[in-house]
């Protein structure tokens, strides 16, 4: 029997990280606070003291510094793992995520791959400020030759993260810090590896499909138990947004025949239009109504008196739901 811990997810990203630098020497994490203070949410506590400073390495404040660093430690072997505190933090790393990271494969005709998993906790509700809450995974999904992997559940995040390792190109793994304590699961002790390019069924169901990923999984399940009884919802967590399960999509849609996507991103540009258009492209004639999108609002994330109302929660995803179903 295997043996297993009940951890959070952000324990299992910690538990995941200590396997994988266990496992293979090449592996090594950097950032900001990662070492001795084992980073702002605790994520690689104690990894310093187990591996010391030459895998555990604190980095000065500079994203674009800490990224291009590990493009230069991936092209040469290792296999590093840089952290980036806040997505919102991002965006100066921005170019050299897109056009060195996401590139080094084909400018190299092969030669050379890039394999590092920039980890970033992303999405709000945590009452933070400014440049804390982003949810802008679309960027990323835009861009050929990354994959984007989105947990939501510790079980998940320790699998997916040692896949994404183990993966020869850059990933970027976000982590809703949302829901980084908000509860706890049954986690193997041993190193496992999910899929990466595969969707969960987290509640199956005949009458509307809904479509989600990280931190809004829970309120659409809680949506979807609301409904029961009225209307039957099958939930699926997509939890890799590059590579797409466009199979999972479509086999799910061709059972209800109505859709919903639920993201806490922007409406516009957000990938629930990606979601809708392959519907449209892979399973029109099965559709019997239109396809909802229940998302955060096109304004800047919001501080803190309007957060929760910006977020979809459980009664606007079960409203959007009904509409769908009573087309």
């Known amino acids: 029997m295997t043996d297993t811990a009940n951890l959070t997810l952000v324990q299992a990203v910690r538990d995941g990280l200590y396997a994988e630098m266990n496992r293979d020497e090449r592996v090594l994490v950097l950032g900001e606070d990662v070492g001795k203070n084992g980073g702002v949410f605790r994520a690689t506590e104690g990894l310093y003291d187990e591996f010391g400073g030459d895998r555990v390495i604190d980095t000065p404040l500079a994203e674009s510094a800490i990224v291009g660093t590990a493009i230069g430690m991936a092209a040469y ?19 050299q995520i897109v056009s060195h990271a996401a590139r080094l494969r084909t400018r190299s005709r092969g030669r050379h791959t890039c394999p590092m998993v920039i980890r970033a906790p992303y999405g709000g509700g945590i009452r933070a400020p400014e440049h804390h809450s982003e949810s802008t995974e679309a960027f ?10 989105v947990p939501s559940t510790p079980y998940d995040t320790k699998g997916l993260l040692a896949s994404a390792i183990e993966d020869p190109d850059p990933v970027i793994f976000l982590e809703p810090k949302l829901i980084y304590r908000a509860f706890r699961e049954e986690v193997p002790d041993e190193r496992y590896t999910l899929p ?13 499909s809904v479509f989600t990923w990280g931190a809004m999984t829970r309120p659409t399940l809680e949506a979807a138990t609301e409904l029961a009884g009225e209307v039957d919802v099958e939930v699926v967590d997509l939890r890799t947004l590059s590579p797409l399960d466009v199979d999972a999509i479509v086999d799910s849609f061709e059972k209800t025949g109505r859709a919903a996507v639920v993201h806490e991103a922007p409406k516009t540009g957000g990938l629930a239009g990606e979601i809708v258009a392959t519907i449209q492209e892979e399973a029109l004639l099965y559709q019997e109504a239109p396809i909802a999108r229940i998302t955060g609002f096109d304004t800047p994330f919001p501080l803190y008196a309007l957060e929760d109302y910006y977020l979809p929660e459980p009664a606007r995803i079960a409203d959007g739901i009904r509409e769908v179903a009573d087309f």
Do not use: C, N, S
Not at 77 to 95: H, K, M, S, T
Not at 197 to 207: K, L
């Open 140 to 149: 990323f999904v835009h861009q050929p030759g990354l994959k984007v992997v």
């Open 196 to 208: 990466l390019g595969e969707a969960a069924v987290r509640r199956a169901g005949e009458d509307v």
């Open 77 to 95: 072997g290792l296999r590093p793992v840089p952290e980036i505190q806040f997505l919102g933090f991002i965006y100066p790393a921005f170019d």
